[in-house]
C-alpha cells in the first residue's frame, strides 16, 4: 500500500504546533508495517540549513493557475527511513513565518495544485493521499474535477484529517474562480461555499473518501453547533464516514530514563522523580520542598486553554491551598499579566515563565505532580500524554482527546490515571485540584495513581493500526 501524507509542516523539518508531530511521527509507524508512506511539505525559508543542505533537486513542474503559470521545484530527502518532498517556490515561501499572509489563499492553492502535479510526474503512484488540515484542504476536490480524467488519478482515495476545526482556510469568493479555476457550480451548499466566501476545510469535508480527527471524543464533538465552528451540519451528513483516531506520542523522544533535559533520570521510581521537584525548585528560586504538590502548565497562554477559568481562581488557590505553580508558555498578554500578577503576590507559590523552553518544557512535565490543563476544546491535546509518560497526574476538563485519554481517579477501585470535571466551570475545576492534592497527601492512594499512570500507553504504533484498518477498508 502506498499512502502520501500531505501538510503543511512536520518534524524535524519545521513546526509551529502539533501537526508537524503527527506528520513526523505516524509516517514512520506506518512504515514498520510495511507501507510505503511518504511526506510532502512546502520548502519554507525558514527551516534550517541542515536540512537544506541535504535535499536532492528531482524535477521542475508548471503550475497553472488560472491567469497564473508559476513554477515549482520538487526537492527530496529521506528521514529515517521515511521520503519527504518539498515543494519549492521562493515567492510563495521564501519568508520569514510560515503562515500570516494576505496571499495565504493563493500560497496554498499553488501548494495543492503543485502536489498534484508532482504525483503526476512520480514515477511512484499512492493509494491515498491523507491530507492534513485546511492547507491541503483543495486536494479531494481537485482530484474529482481538474484530475478527474488523469489516468494516474483513477481509483485513488484521499482521506482529511481535521487537527482542529477552528482553522478552516476562509477566503473571498473570488479565489474560487481566479486561482481555483472553478466556476459557481463549486461555490454551492455540498462544495465550498460558506456564508458566501470559499471554505478550504469545507471543501474537503465535501469531497474527501474519509474523514479523521484526532479522537473519537472530538469526531462526536464537531458533529454538535457548539463544538461544530459552522460546519457540524456537513459533519453530521458526513458521520458514516467520520472517525477518531488518538495521536500518539513520540516514547523515544519522550522517555524520562534517557531525557538529556533532565537532572535526574528515572523510569518508575518516584524518589528519582521528586529529585527533579527539589532541582526545579532550586533553579526557579521557590522554596525548596519535597512535600509540596507541585502543579505544572506548560501552554499556549489562549483563551481555548482554560485560561479564564484559571484566572477566576488563581488567588483562592495560591491563598488558600499549599502547593506551587510552574508555569511555562506565551501568548495573550492578559494571560500572560494574570501570571505575573499572581507570582509577584505569591512568589514563594508561583513561577510564572513567560517564555517558551524545550528542555524547561521537559523539566516541568518531569517535576511536576500534577499538570493542568483546563481547555474549553481540545482535539486530542499532548500535554497530557507527556505528562503520563513522565508520571504526571493530569487534571483536565472532560472534552475531546482529554476525556478519552485521561480517566478520574477512583479511591474506591483504585482504578484511573488523573482527575476530570465535566463543565466549563471555574469552580467545578477548582474542587477538582483540591481533590488532587488531597489524594497528593495519601500515599498509598498516590503510589496507585501513579502505577496506573505507568501503564498508560498511547503510542504512534496503536495509532498506526487504526489508519491502516481504514486504509485497507476504502481500497478494498
Known sequence: MNILMIGSECTPFIKTGGLADVLGSLPQSLREQGTDVRVVLPKYENMDDHWKMQLTHLDELNVQMGWRNQYAGVEYIEYEGVPVYFIDNEYYFKRSNLYGYDDEAERFVFFNRAIMEMVNALDWRPDVLHCHDWQSGLIPALLHTHYKDVEKFQGMKTVFTIHNLKYQGVFARSVAHDLMDYDENMMTEDTFEFYGDVNFMKGA???????????????????????????????????NELVGIVNGINEENYNPMNDEALAFPFRSSLIQKNQNKLWLQEQLGLPIRQEVPMIGIVSRLVEQKGFDLIGHVIDDLLSEEDVQIVLLGTGEHEYEEMFQWAQDRHP???????????????????????????????????????????????????????????????????????FTFENYNAHDMLYTIRRAIEIYHDPVAWEKLVNNISKSKFTWETSANEYMDLYKAMIQ
Do not use: W
Not at 469535508?205 to 471524543?217: C, G, H, P, Y
Not at 482535539?379 to 476538563?397: D, H, S, W
Not at 475531546?400 to 490515571?417: K, M, Q, R, S
Open 348 to 418: 514563594n507559590k508561583m513561577s510564572a515563565n513567560i517564555t517558551f523552553s524545550e528542555p524547561l518544557s521537559r523539566q516541568i512535565y518531569a517535576a511536576s505532580d500534577m499538570f493542568l490543563m483546563p481547555s474549553r476544546f481540545e482535539p486530542c491535546g499532548i500535554g497530557q500524554l507527556i505528562a503520563l509518560r513522565y508520571l504526571t497526574a493530569p487534571i483536565v476538563r472532560e472534552t475531546g482527546g482529554l476525556a478519552d485519554t485521561v480517566h478520574p481517579f477512583v479511591e474506591g477501585t483504585g482504578e484511573g490515571n488523573g
Open 205 to 239: 469535508l465535501n469531497f474527501a473518501d474519509f474523514i479523521t480527527t484526532v479522537s473519537e471524543t472530538y469526531a462526536k464533538e464537531i458533529q454538535t453547533p457548539y463544538f461544530g465552528e459552522n460546519l457540524d451540519g456537513v459533519l453530521r451528513k458526513r458521520s
